[in-house]
């Protein structure tokens, strides 16, 4: 619905009441999400990026299906 809204930021200054839904694992310089309890609202367009100060280091766009 091209509505931007932060869901989780790391480090973690999220609410907490999101903290039941997800998960943040370093390892080796990669960061993986876990996503728990995922409901058909969660269907759509996500952008990961990744930010050094103020510059975006790397972006991703990647679309979730919920089946």
């Given at each position: 619905?091209?509505?931007?809204?932060?869901?989780?930021?790391?480090?973690?200054?999220?609410?907490?009441?999101?903290?039941?839904?997800?998960?943040?694992?370093?390892?080796?310089?990669?960061?993986?999400?876990?996503?728990?309890?995922?409901?058909?609202?969660?269907?759509?367009?996500?952008?990961?990026?990744?930010?050094?100060?103020?510059?975006?280091?790397?972006e991703?766009?990647?679309?979730?299906?919920?089946?």
């Amino acid at each position: 619905n091209n509505q931007d809204k932060d869901i989780m930021m790391y480090p973690d200054i999220s609410p907490a009441s999101e903290h039941q839904r997800w998960s943040v694992r370093k390892d080796a310089g990669n960061v993986t999400l876990g996503l728990k309890d995922i409901r058909l609202s969660d269907d759509g367009l996500y952008d990961c990026q990744v930010y050094k100060d103020q510059d975006c280091l790397h972006e991703t766009r990647f679309n979730l299906k919920v089946k």
